[in-house]
């Protein structure tokens, strides 16, 4: 099954809200309902690493759900904050945050961490999947990178950025169609 943020909207996949509480809740109710055997999650995500190119497609498997604050030293948490969800092979760590990082120096302490991408809803799809036991993982294209610009250049490349993820999925996934 292939899930999105409200706002990606395609056309083969169900929408999940927005950011960390309500995809998890959108998505616990669509896997009790349909009871999914794999979930697919598709959407747009920032890059920490300005190498990267904009409208590159990554697939990933691993999530985490840091705070600006903890990768300051500044908090802690005593819940687990990493998903490794074993259905694809990848290396490539996307954060999730309610919040969208803007500062270019925190942007490097994440990728200095090891996290390349920031997506709002992937750690809820990942920790909904590990609940029950379903395979998942994600398929990204960036939008734009971690900096002052980030908002702006989303919304510039948005649109963009779905035809490429589309294409993409239509083309590597023909199978779920």
């Known amino acids: 099954m292939f899930i999105c943020a409200s706002g990606e909207n395609f056309s ?3 929408e999940i809200g927005v950011g960390l509480v309500d995809s998890a809740m959108m998505l616990s109710n669509i896997v009790l309902k349909d009871n999914p055997k794999e979930i697919i999650f598709i959407g747009s995500a920032g890059s920490y690493d300005e190498k990267i190119d904009l409208f590159e497609i ?6 985490m759900q840091i705070e ?9 948490t005593p819940i687990f904050n990493k998903i490794e969800n074993v259905s694809c092979e990848t290396n490539i ?12 120096n925190l942007s490097r302490q994440f990728l200095s961490a090891g996290i390349k991408l920031e997506n709002m809803e992937f750690f809820s799809v990942l920790r909904v999947a590990q609940y029950f036991n379903i395979p998942a993982f994600g398929i990204f294209c960036i939008t734009n990178y971690c900096n002052v610009n980030a908002h702006n250049d989303f919304l510039k490349n948005h649109l963009l950025a779905k035809k490429y993820l589309e294409s993409y999925v239509r083309e590597n996934y023909a199978k779920y169609f």
């Open 93 to 104: 760590v996307v954060n999730s945050s309610n919040y969208i990082t803007t500062d270019k």
């Open 68 to 76: 600006t604050s903890f990768i300051t030293h500044n908090s802690y």
């Open 12 to 14: 083969f996949a169900k």
């Open 58 to 63: 990554f697939v990933s498997s691993i999530a």
